[in-house]
């Protein structure tokens, strides 16, 4: 089915490990974004991309990184894990323009301890 | 910066019945679109309905509708005849049609919607 895939769905991590969540397009989307889901919070964007090779900085960018070499890819690192970084992770992705909705992934629930 | 409110952390109904959630938002622009996403215990988010601001016509979509205020900036989620399947969080999110930040989502920080049997 097309639509956007998460991997992994769940993981624990130690406080300074690192990871990689992966997020895979295959609707040719230009846009591609991560968002972090907290209680009572609601979706914050972490970094978004609008093409294949560019990234930026979205509101909650600090403690992550991420890279678009590939425009149905959309990495986010984390170099070394803190508690607060204990979220729900959303990838999502776009066509260009403001009137689409997004697709998003099924998410990673990712606790750090 | 755009910003959503959802003033209602939960809400409940009853089977059948109908039941409103209420969202505004801030902004300084002419041109959006309004979204409603529902976000089941599965975790996935499934959008519901989307408004054009420039539309006065309030979308509807089987037992949704929405009742969109643009002077008021306020966004209502009307869901008539509740079922059992749609107690889930719901998030109402806002998107520029300017194409800064990716045309990024800002959304609200979700009603939780519980509907008894």
């Known amino acids: 089915n097309a639509g956007v895939t998460q991997t992994p769905k769940f993981r624990v991590l130690k406080t300074g490990q690192s990871m990689t969540l992966l997020c895979a397009q295959d609707?040719?989307?230009?846009?591609m974004y991560w968002y972090r889901q907290d209680p009572g919070m609601g979706l914050r964007l972490i970094h978004y991309s609008v093409g294949e090779g560019t990234t930026a900085k979205g509101e909650v960018p600090d403690g992550y990184n991420v890279s678009r070499l590939k425009k149905q890819n959309f990495l986010l690192g984390l170099e070394s894990a803190a508690p607060s970084q204990t979220s729900v992770y959303f990838c999502?992705?776009?066509?260009?323009?403001?009137?689409?909705?997004?697709?998003f992934g099924s998410g990673t629930r990712l606790t750090v301890v | 910066a755009q910003t959503v409110t959802q003033s209602q952390p939960e809400m409940s109904v009853q089977e059948a019945e109908t039941v409103t959630l209420s969202c505004t938002y801030d902004?300084?622009?002419?041109?959006?679109?309004l979204f409603w996403y529902k976000q089941p215990p599965s975790r996935q988010m499934i959008l519901v309905i989307r408004?054009?601001?420039?539309?006065?016509q309030n979308a509807t979509e089987n037992r949704f509708s929405v009742n969109f205020q643009k002077a008021a900036k306020s966004f209502s989620l009307k869901i008539s005849d509740s079922q059992l399947g749609d107690a889930a969080m719901y998030f109402c999110?806002?998107?520029?049609?300017?194409?800064?930040?990716?045309?990024?989502?800002?959304f609200g920080a979700g009603t939780i919607l519980r509907v008894k049997s």
């Open positions: 408004q054009e601001a420039y539309k006065q």
């Open positions: 999502a992705s776009s066509w260009t323009g403001g009137g689409y909705g997004y697709t």
């Open positions: 999110a806002y998107r520029s049609a300017r194409g800064e930040y990716g045309n990024k989502l800002v």
């Open positions: 609707m040719n989307h230009e846009y």
């Open positions: 902004t300084s622009e002419s041109d959006y679109y």
